[in-house]
């Protein structure tokens, strides 16, 4: 999957949230604003492409403070939309350098 894909997508507001994306942010006190940056100036860190309907991935990026954040992201080749999977902030017990799964 190619981020600039999704970077274009929500450049061109073609996107949409999952309600379960749309919870997280919420609970992790996430705006939808902080979470496009994070993607813009982020980078894949896992791909998922046997994912259905539509491929996805796993994306990290930081908001305007530096602090991270992890989404999900769908992209739809067809029609050139993004879909906002789920968004959350790492847990650093699970994360080595925010990047990297702890064993």
């Known amino acids: 999957m190619d981020i600039n894909n999704i970077i274009e997508s929500i450049r061109a507001n073609r996107i949409r949230i999952t309600d379960h994306a749309d919870e997280e942010a919420q609970v992790d006190k996430l705006s939808f604003e902080e979470i496009f940056f994070s993607v813009i100036q982020g980078k894949i860190i896992e ?57």
């Not at 999900?72 to 790492?90: D, F, G, H, M, Q």
């Open 47 to 103: 791909d998922y492409p046997k994912d259905k309907p539509y491929p996805s991935c796993l994306i990290f990026g930081q908001n305007f403070r530096g602090e991270p954040i992890h989404s999900v992201w769908a992209y739809n080749e067809e029609n050139k939309w993004s879909v906002l999977i789920t968004v959350y902030r790492p847990d650093p017990n699970k994360w080595m350098n925010w990047q990297k799964r702890r064993k």
